[in-house]
């Protein structure tokens, strides 16, 4: 091809998202499929979102409310944080990448995350253009706060953190990230990526980017409605920010970056407190069943507060996912993620759980060739 692709687009891997339901039942000729691949709600959405939405079809012609501004009223009342420190977008993907956009753009910019951890940060610093420095988890699969400390250079401009870290689900504690925070330079902004804060926010111990930003440090929190409220196919998250910052994004962003049937159902998904405690306890307890299967099976799943588990088979993963794609059941291969010996597999209902457990069973019975 003659037209020039600009270099650092080609850098980036397309993203590998969890193989959907139908392509799977069509190319294995299956009928049942359960998907546990993709961290989504196994509850489904919240009635009430699902009300919202049909009622606001009903205007589907006319433009989006832009500002959103309904949507974050909302937010602000739940969360107590200010209307002009809230930003949203089409997923909380999207605020990663204008985010990117926002902060980094000149060659030797900097933007600093854990390895293995959300791989959209990736993309959003080969986008920008900038330089990605990663930083290895420790040994118990943490962000490694001091080796990203000590990691800072004079051209960090932005430090990513998923907490709940996604593929392995482990946590930092507040005094850790504080004493981290405070070795920060005051030029560099520090992302905290909440997207499974809901499963993880009864430890008093949890960072909450929210107290951060009232604070007035230089703290961006993300949080999404793809995982607790049960949103993930309409595309909504939301994030807080020091106003300076949502006053940058609400420049680069699309006009209406979050369509109107998103907008309802999320303003409805808040209202819906039961729907999500009732989605958190039911995660407890099927983290507790797939960790004892996976145990049971002589693996090592880590310490997940989020909704999945990411556990090490001491062999590739690769073929187990194999094996289990065969059977019927959708996970998340390692090798794609950062670590090929282990397999990620989301909380889905008892009757999921049951059908993952037989099989995952079925599999190492048979044993698995490399
Ligand atoms: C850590 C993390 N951040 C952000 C996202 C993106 O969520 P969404 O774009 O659906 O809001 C995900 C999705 O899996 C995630 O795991």
Request: with cysteine.
């Amino acid at each position: 091809m003659s037209l020039r692709i600009r270099p650092n687009v080609l850098k980036m891997e397309p993203y590998s998202p969890g193989k959907p339901i139908s392509e799977v039942k069509r190319e294995l000729g299956l009928d049942r499929v359960v998907k546990l691949a993709s961290n989504e709600n196994p509850f489904g959405p919240s009635p009430k979102a699902v009300a919202a939405v049909q009622q606001a079809a009903l205007d589907m012609h006319i433009y989006p409310d832009g500002a959103a501004h309904d949507l974050k009223v909302a937010i602000s009342r739940k969360f107590g944080v200010s209307f002009d420190q809230i930003m949203v977008g089409n997923g909380s993907d999207e605020l990663i990448h204008i985010l990117g956009l926002v902060f980094l753009g000149g060659e030797s910019d900097e933007m600093m995350m854990g390895d293995p951890s959300f791989s959209r940060y990736d993309a959003a610093a080969h986008l920008a253009p900038s330089q990605l420095v990663k930083i290895p988890l420790d040994s118990e699969y943490r962000h490694d706060l001091d080796a990203m400390a000590g990691a800072v250079t004079p051209n960090t401009r932005m430090i990513w953190i998923a907490n709940p870290n996604n593929p392995t689900g482990t946590i930092i504690r507040k005094h850790a990230f504080e004493r981290f925070l405070d070795s920060i330079r005051e030029d560099i902004v520090v992302v905290l990526d909440e997207a499974y804060h809901e499963f993880a926010e009864s430890d008093p111990e949890l960072p909450n980017s929210i107290d951060y930003v009232k604070q007035g440090r230089n703290v961006i929190g993300l949080r999404t409605f793809s995982k607790a409220y049960g949103l993930a196919g309409i595309r909504v998250g939301f994030g807080v920010a020091p106003e300076g910052i949502i006053d940058a994004t609400n420049r680069a962003r699309e006009p209406f970056n979050v369509n109107s049937l998103a907008q309802a159902a999320a303003i409805a998904a808040l209202d819906d407190t039961e729907h999500v405690i009732r989605t958190v306890e039911h995660n407890r307890r099927g983290l507790d069943r797939l960790n004892a299967a996976f145990r049971e099976l002589g693996a090592e799943p880590m310490e997940s507060h989020a909704n999945f588990v990411f556990a090490d088979l001491k062999q590739p993963a690769r073929p187990v996912f194999a094996a289990l794609l065969k059977r019927g059941v959708i996970t998340r291969s390692g090798d794609v993620l950062g670590l090929p010996n282990c397999l990620r597999v989301s909380v889905g209902t008892d009757e999921e759980i049951d059908i993952f457990v037989s099989e995952l069973k079925a599999v190492f019975a048979a044993g698995v060739s490399n």
